[in-house]
């Protein structure tokens, strides 16, 4: 069974995917902090999940795997010359 993330979920594979992980419909309301009423309402198709929400229930049940995006940092700028630096030396309060 394949589940899109980024589409509108039938009640069927709302169902589908409930059970294919072996969770009551309270365990799965839990998972998505949503209550299980709410969780039938979804599977009943009375009232549409938020992707975000269904997402996440995927997501926690290992049904989504996400690749990490990776931001390559660009190299370090050193400015100045390095050579002509001394250690910070600090003076005792009240002595200037």
């Known amino acids: 069974m ?14 589908k995917a ?3 992980v072996n969770l009551s419909e309270t ?8 209550s299980r009423e709410s969780w ?3 599977e009943k198709g ?19 795997w996400l690749k ?3 931001e390559k940092r660009p190299p370090a700028i050193r400015r100045g010359n390095t050579k002509n630096l001394r250690p910070f030396t600090a003076n005792p ?3 200037e």
């Open 40 to 42: 039938r309402l979804y």
């Open 2 to 15: 394949t589940l899109a993330a980024d589409r509108q979920p039938t009640p069927q594979n709302i169902r």
């Open 27 to 34: 365990a799965a309301g839990e998972l998505i902090y949503v």
């Open 18 to 20: 409930r059970k294919a």
């Open 93 to 95: 309060l009240g002595a």
């Open 68 to 70: 990490p995006v990776v």
């Open 46 to 64: 009375d009232t549409k999940i938020k992707l975000g929400l269904w997402e996440l229930f995927l997501f926690k049940t290992g049904q989504l």
